[in-house]
C-alpha cells in the first residue's frame, strides 16, 4: 500500500514537472544569463577576477575569419570618416582663398591671367602629370614618391619621419610647448591652421581609444604649460590658447550630439514664437513704439525718437513692456540653466576631461584662491567654447532645420547675454542698468552653475577612464595615419622654427 502512494505522488511530481517544463527552461534561461551578465561585468569592469570567469571567456579572445574582415570593414569606414573630415576643412579653406580673390579681382589687383594661372596651377592633375611629378620627386629622394622607387637614403628618411610623429603622439609634452609658443607669436593664419589640422589628423580626430586617450594627454599637458605661466587665474579667463582651438575641433561630433540632446527643445521653442521680443533696453523699446505708431497713422510722431534710458523708463508703456521683457528673460534663462546643469551625464568625457584637468592644475597653481574662481576658468571653457555657439548658432549645430529670423536670433542672444554672466559669476554692474533688476535671479543662478561646473569636472582621468597602460601600443593594433606629404613637410618646417622652445 505504501509503494502505490509513493508511486502515485511521484507520478503527479512528473506530471507537473513535464506540464511546466517550458516554464523551468525560461526560469533556468534567466538565472544562467545572470550568471554571464554578472561574470562579463567583472571581466571587463573588475580588478581581481576569478580563474573560472576568465576560462569562461577565454574563447572571445580566438580571432576568426569574421572578426578580421569587421575589423577591415571598421577600419575602412575609419579611413572614410576622416578623410570626410579633412576634405570639408580642405574646401573651407579654399573658400576662404576664393573669397579672397574674387575681391581682390573686383578691386582689379588680380588680373584675369594671373586668376588663369592660379586655376592651371591648382587644377586637376592628369595621370601623365602625376607620374611625371612622382618621378622627379623620387629623383630627389623624396620618401612619400612610392614604395618602388625609394633608395636606402629615402626609406631612412620615412623612417625617421615616421619615428618623429610617434614621438609626437606619445610624447605630448613637444606639442604642448609648440602650442604655448605658437600663442605668444604672430603667426599667418595658414601656419597656424596647417598645424592645427595636422594635430587633428595625428590623432585621428580622436575616433579610436587610444588616439582619443592621447589626444586628452594632450590636452594635459597643454593646459599645465599655461596655467604655469600665468600670473593669475585672470589671465587663464582671458587667454585664447591654441590647444583650445584644436579642443573645440575634436569635441565637435560628439558636441553636436550632446548640445542637441539638452538644448533642442529650448531653442526651437524661442525660434518658433514669432511675437517674443526680449529686448532689454527701454530706449531701444521706445523707438519701436514710436515706429509702430508712425507705421499705423500714417504721420510722422509727435514724440522724440532720441532720448535717454531715465526718459524711457519713466513712461508708463514702455516701462511696463520692459518689466515683461525681463520677466520672460528671467524664466527662459532659468530654463536654459536647468537644462544644462541637468545634462551633466549626456556630456562627453572629452569635454569633462579638459575641464577635469584645468581646474586640477588652477588648484595646484592657486591653492589660495576659492573655488568659485576657478570654476569661472572653466565656464570660459565648457560654456563659452562648447555650449554658447549653439545658443546663438544653433543651424550650424542641426538644432534647426533653417536660418533663424533676425528677431530670433536676438532673443537668442538676450539669453546668450545671461549665461555669460552668469558663467563670469559677476552681478551686472552699473554699466549694464537695463538687466540690472535680474541681479536677484542671477544671485541664486551663481551657485548653481558654479557647483555643475564643479561636477562636470569630476570625472577620472583618461588613463583610467580608457583602461590605458605604458602597454596599450603592445596590445592595441596600431592604425595607420592618413595625412599628406605636404601636412608632414609643414609640420617639419613648423618644428624647426620654433626648435629652441620645445
Excluded at 590658447?241 to 548640445?259: C, G, H
Excluded at 567654447?385 to 542672444?413: C, G, M, Q, S
Excluded at 564643479?454 to 577612464?465: C, F, G, M, Q
Excluded at 595615419?481 to 622652445?501: A, C, K, Q, R
Aim: aromatic share 8%; proline share 5%; glycine share 4%.
Amino acid at each position: 500500500m505504501r509503494g502505490v502512494l509513493q508511486r502515485r505522488r511521484f507520478r503527479e511530481k512528473m506530471k507537473f514537472y513535464k506540464e511546466n517544463i517550458s516554464k523551468i527552461v525560461k526560469v533556468q534561461a534567466l538565472f544562467r544569463a545572470k550568471e554571464q551578465r554578472e561574470q562579463y561585468r567583472q571581466l571587463t569592469m573588475a580588478t581581481n577576477v576569478t580563474v573560472g570567469t576568465i576560462k569562461n571567456f577565454v574563447h572571445l579572445l580566438d580571432d576568426s575569419e569574421a572578426d578580421f574582415e569587421d575589423e577591415i570593414e571598421v577600419e575602412r569606414l575609419r579611413k572614410k570618416v576622416v578623410e570626410g573630415i579633412r576634405e570639408n576643412q580642405h574646401l573651407e579653406t579654399e573658400v576662404d582663398e576664393l573669397d579672397v580673390k574674387i575681391a581682390l579681382l573686383v578691386q582689379n589687383v588680380k588680373s584675369f591671367e594671373e586668376l588663369a594661372k592660379a586655376r592651371r596651377r591648382h587644377g586637376a592633375d592628369t595621370a601623365a602629370a602625376h607620374a611625371a611629378r612622382a618621378s622627379v620627386l623620387a629623383a630627389h629622394g623624396d620618401p612619400f614618391a612610392g614604395h618602388h622607387t625609394l633608395d636606402q637614403a629615402a626609406k631612412r628618411r620615412l623612417e625617421l619621419y615616421q619615428q618623429l610623429f610617434y614621438l609626437l603622439q606619445t610624447v605630448p609634452e613637444y606639442l604642448a610647448r609648440l602650442f604655448f609658443h605658437m600663442s605668444r607669436v604672430e603667426l599667418p593664419d595658414k601656419t597656424k591652421r596647417t598645424a592645427e589640422r595636422v594635430v587633428l589628423t595625428l590623432f585621428s580626430y580622436g575616433q579610436e581609444r587610444r588616439e582619443e586617450c592621447l589626444i586628452l594627454k594632450l590636452f594635459q599637458a597643454s593646459i599645465i604649460e599655461e596655467v604655469k605661466a600665468a600670473p593669475n587665474i585672470y589671465e587663464i579667463i582671458r587667454g585664447h590658447p591654441m590647444y583650445a582651438t584644436i579642443a573645440v575641433q575634436y569635441v565637435r561630433p560628439k558636441q553636436v550630439a550632446y548640445v542637441r540632446e539638452a538644448l533642442y527643445t529650448l531653442i526651437n521653442e524661442v525660434v518658433s514664437q514669432r511675437d517674443l521680443n526680449l529686448e532689454t533696453d527701454p530706449v531701444q523699446i521706445w523707438k519701436a513704439r514710436v515706429n509702430d505708431e508712425e507705421t499705423r497713422t500714417g504721420q510722422p510722431s509727435q514724440r522724440p525718437k532720441d532720448v535717454s534710458f531715465h526718459q524711457a523708463v519713466e513712461d508708463p508703456e514702455t516701462r511696463a513692456q520692459f518689466i515683461r521683457h525681463l520677466q520672460k528673460l528671467h524664466f527662459l534663462t532659468r530654463d536654459f540653466v536647468n537644462a544644462i546643469t541637468g545634462s551633466t551625464r549626456k556630456m562627453p568625457y572629452g569635454m569633462r576631461c579638459i575641464a577635469r584637468e584645468l581646474f586640477l592644475a588652477l588648484g595646484v597653481k592657486f591653492p589660495d584662491e576659492p573655488e568659485e574662481l576657478r570654476a569661472v576658468a572653466l565656464g570660459q571653457m565648457i560654456y563659452y567654447r562648447f555650449l554658447n555657439p549653439a545658443i546663438v548658432l544653433p543651424e550650424n549645430f542641426d538644432i534647426v532645420p533653417t536660418t533663424i529670423t533676425p528677431n530670433a536670433r536676438r532673443n537668442l542672444d538676450e539669453i546668450s547675454k545671461m549665461l555669460k554672466q552668469i558663467s563670469l559669476g559677476q552681478l551686472f554692474g552699473d554699466d549694464n542698468p537695463c538687466l540690472t533688476p535680474l541681479n536677484s535671479y542671477l544671485s541664486e543662478a551663481i551657485p548653481q552653475w558654479t557647483n555643475w561646473l564643479i561636477e562636470v569636472a569630476d570625472v577620472p582621468e583618461a588613463n583610467v577612464h580608457f583602461h590605458a597602460s605604458e602597454f596599450m601600443d603592445a596590445t592595441v593594433q596600431p592604425k595607420p595615419i592618413y595625412i599628406t606629404p605636404n601636412e608632414v613637410y609643414g609640420m617639419h618646417s613648423t618644428l624647426v622654427d620654433h626648435l629652441p622652445h620645445l
